[in-house]
């Protein structure tokens, strides 16, 4: 591609971003790595205890995006104080909404017998830790908002190394198995979260938040919860039928799901520029530069799903082994191995557009959006399980959500209706 003058801010910006996205579903790809060792049981519970967990949390994402794009246009509109006041009520906002996570919940997502039961447990000791991870999205929406994306990195990069030593120390050292793995996670969320408060007040230094302001953020923020609501449910759908079909058939979903979310949150590395790059220039009234950065943004997006998915084909035969050596998901895995690598440059084009339209605060057409293609889902997914399709034809029907939501995701952005000028009222 063409050198482009707003390339250097997007790296920039996309670079620390990659790091701290990366770093967050690496909790569940290593429980994945290191329960899966311990046999197709393990798994299986993993599978279900971890996809429930991860939507939970997903669900709660709103604080971060909304308010990264809230705190930018704030700060492009010169409103920096008005920007540390909102930040400084996240946090609040954030015990306020959050649940407990302790209640059981794996039958409704298909657990059976010794599944269930390990599923249970994990679900019990790993909600302790949902308190703590909200504190650090808050904290993460706000930096993000003022441009700051290498403190978060610094932060996440040590809560995984410490997660990933305790684990192997509990799973192994005192032979704890699966709950070893959920309370290494835990403890590394915890020292993530206070990590987050206190960077977060030395920068706003406890203002007390602006009421009309976090009025205006729930409901974005409500529009970003039933986008994120319906797309979880997708996948928690896929779970679910893919575990009435067999251990097999979920253990490598579960391999293939914690792979897609990774390989996603890396691609939204640009996105969040994009959030933190439009909305700064729409608040400045700079509505043709936000555009063409945003152009900009969904090229690179692009071309980075597309070396994704040529490594996924590269290294099929390789990466479902590092995750269990049981034939029988090995095999299932590499059903949908193909499928899987064509889907990552949709989801570079996809997040790219999120990111600019989360940034825009266009969130209204965003829910709309991902209920349209979840529509399109839920019925292959169910047509997959009374038909006998396999897990090829649940993964088939997450391909044609990825395709909804980049048709109607695109056709948005050629409009003009998004770019809106201006601080948010």
């Given at each position: 591609m063409r050198r482009s003058p707003y390339d250097r801010e997007i790296l920039g910006l996309a670079v620390p971003a990659l790091g701290a996205l990366a770093a967050e579903p690496l909790y569940v790809l290593v429980d994945t790595a290191i329960v899966g060792h311990l046999g197709t049981l393990q798994l299986a519970a993993l599978a279900i205890a971890a996809t429930a967990l991860t939507s939970a949390f997903t669900i709660f994402n709103f604080l971060t995006y909304g308010t990264t794009a809230r705190v930018s246009r704030l700060h492009g509109a010169g409103q920096e104080e008005q920007a540390a006041r909102l930040g400084a009520g996240i946090g609040i906002v954030l015990l306020l909404v959050m649940t407990s996570l302790a209640r059981p919940i794996a039958t409704l997502m298909g657990g059976k017998g010794e599944i269930l039961d390990q599923a249970t447990t994990y679900l019990r000791i790993a909600a302790l830790g949902a308190p703590f991870f909200m504190l650090a999205s808050a904290g993460q929406g706000f930096l993000r908002g003022i441009s700051d994306l290498r403190t978060p990195l610094y932060i996440l990069v040590v809560a995984h190394v410490v997660n990933v030593v305790l684990e192997l120390l509990f799973v192994y050292g005192f032979g704890w198995g699966l709950r070893g793995s959920a309370w290494g996670t835990v403890i590394a969320q915890a020292g993530m979260g206070a990590a987050f408060v206190w960077v977060q007040a030395r920068a706003s230094g406890w203002e007390p938040p602006d009421l009309t302001r976090i009025r205006s953020l729930m409901r974005i923020g409500g529009e970003i919860a039933v986008r994120t609501t319906a797309l979880l449910g997708s996948f928690l759908i896929a779970s679910a039928v893919l575990a009435r079909i067999g251990p097999a058939s979920l253990g490598a979903h579960q391999?293939?799901?914690?792979?897609?979310?990774?390989?996603?949150?890396?691609?939204?590395?640009?996105?969040?520029?994009?959030?933190?790059?439009?909305?700064?220039?729409?608040?400045?009234?700079?509505?043709r530069g936000a555009r063409v950065a945003a152009t900009r943004m969904i090229g690179w997006a692009v071309a980075a799903g597309t070396l994704f998915g040529l490594g996924l084909l590269t290294l099929g035969g390789v990466i479902p082994h590092a995750f269990t050596s049981d034939r029988a998901v090995i095999e299932r895995a590499h059903e949908i191995w193909p499928l899987f690598a064509a889907m990552m440059p949709l989801n570079g084009a996809v997040f790219a557009l999120d990111g600019i339209l989360i940034g825009?605060?266009?969130?209204?057409?965003?829910?709309?959006?991902?209920?349209?293609?979840?529509?399109?889902?839920?019925?292959?997914?169910?047509?997959?399980?009374?038909?006998?399709?396999?897990?090829?034809?649940?993964?088939?029907?997450?391909?044609?959500?990825?395709?909804?939501?980049?048709?109607?995701?695109?056709?948005?952005?050629?409009?003009?209706?998004?770019?809106?000028?201006?601080?948010?009222?």
């Open positions: 391999i293939a799901f914690q792979l897609f979310v990774f390989l996603a949150l890396v691609l939204d590395a640009i996105a969040i520029a994009g959030q933190v790059m439009v909305g700064r220039m729409l608040g400045a009234g700079d509505a825009a605060g266009d969130t209204r057409f965003l829910m709309w959006g991902m209920l349209a293609a979840a529509a399109v889902y839920v019925p292959v997914a169910l047509l997959a399980l009374h038909q006998g399709w396999g897990i090829l034809g649940v993964w088939a029907g997450l391909a044609g959500l990825i395709v909804v939501r980049l048709l109607t995701c695109g056709s948005r952005f050629l409009g003009h209706r998004w770019a809106l000028t201006g601080a948010p009222a």
